[in-house]
């Protein structure tokens, strides 16, 4: 599956063409498919291919069962075990950082984006584009999910310029520039395709199968979810904050006139009719107050995120490698 080449510093580097890089957790049921179907067709594109699976610290056999397709298809299959959960983009930056492909091909191993839609995203690279990204034909999720994607993509689209129509699908490919690019981020909140398209000169979709889930659950509860949408949020711009201040200046300004306006009726009409509107008052009070909290909440956001980052962490640790990866910086 790959080519032997012999670098000037005597160095055998196994160069490939393609990387498809999937991040597993928790995923024991799909595996043995996956691996499958994603071996044929490497095989039936007739070029140099590999298949890096990382573990994202999953609690049932999916590390054993990494480890057995390495030991099966030796030359193909590599596995990278994370020591905990990272999360599903920290989980595919650490196989972007091993991976040796021209073209990265990224993919869930939920069997929800069918492998068999590979070559038409490497034909379509061919053409010459940076990213090429996919949209869910007959998308096989809830109702709720869809919705929460709509608005995400439409913010998304209209903060990084670059016209896609599906952020969330994660069967994507990047050339091997945008990907050293994106290894060279280190930023710990991060959404790939986000990222990716922050650095692409061209960038394309073409629309592919959606399948529903092989086995198991989604591995996104509401929370990691909410975190997520934070995540590609904070990432894209500090444009909220500002939105932040402007709303706070127009409610500011509201205040100040319904103030007026109250003084005027109590001048009208008397006491009275601004002592029953006391409530109306306390209504606008708990108005006022829930923005200031969603403002403080945000700017925590961002805060947080920054704390992270100034912290410096390493965005995960690689516990072992399966196969013949070897770790960055790390050349026998
Ligand atoms: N995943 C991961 N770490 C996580 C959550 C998910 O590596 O913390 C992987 C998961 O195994 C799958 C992919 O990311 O390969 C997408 O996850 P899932 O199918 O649960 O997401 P959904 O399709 O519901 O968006
Ligand atoms: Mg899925």
Redesign the pocket.
């Known amino acids: 599956m790959s080519e032997e080449k012999q670098g000037a510093d005597g160095v055998v580097s196994r160069q490939r063409n393609i990387s498809i890089v ?6 024991e049921p ?1 595996l043995d498919e996956l691996v499958d179907r994603c071996m044929k067709v490497g095989l039936s594109m007739g070029r140099s291919f590999e298949i890096i699976l ?1 573990n ?3 609690s049932d056999g999916s590390e054993q069962k990494i480890a057995g397709a390495c030991e099966q298809y030796p030359d193909a299959v590599s596995g990278v075990i994370l020591n905990r ?4 983009h ?3 930056m650490a196989g972007f950082e091993l991976c040796r492909g021209e073209i990265i091909v990224t ?4 069997l ?1 984006n069918p492998p068999e839609e590979i070559p038409r995203l490497v034909e379509c690279m061919e053409k010459g584009y940076d990213v090429v990204g996919s949209v869910r034909k007959n998308r096989q ?1 809830s109702f709720f ?1 869809k919705i929460a994607s709509l608005v995400t993509n439409k913010v998304a689209r209209h903060y990084t310029g670059v016209m896609m129509t599906d952020y ?1 699908c ?1 069967l994507r490919a990047y050339r091997r520039h945008i990907v050293d690019a994106m290894i060279q981020c280190t930023e710990r909140s991060t959404f790939i395709p986000v990222l990716a398209n922050s650095f692409a000169g061209s960038a394309t979709e073409i629309e592919v199968n959606h399948a529903g ?1 092989g086995h ?5 509860n509401l929370w ?2 909410v975190n997520l949408q934070f995540d590609l949020l904070t990432s894209m711009s500090t444009l909220p904050l500002r939105l932040l201040t402007i709303i706070g200046v127009l409610i500011a300004a509201f205040g100040v006139g319904f103030g007026l306006f109250l003084g005027i009726m109590r001048i009208i009409h008397g006491p009275e009719w601004a002592a029953q509107g006391v409530f109306t008052l306390f209504a606008m009070l708990f108005v006022f107050v829930g923005v200031q909290f969603i403002g403080m909440g945000l700017l925590g956001e961002y805060l947080g995120r920054i704390y992270h980052d100034v912290r410096a962490r390493p965005r995960f640790f690689i516990r072992r490698l399966v196969g013949d990866l070897k770790k960055p910086g790390q050349n026998s």
Do not use: T
């Open positions: 999937i991040p597993v957790y928790n995923e799909n990382v994202d610290g999953s959960n990272y999360g599903q920290n989980a595919i993919l869930d191993a939920d929800q999720d999910r969330g994660m889930r198991g659950d989604s591995k996104y990691k979810l």
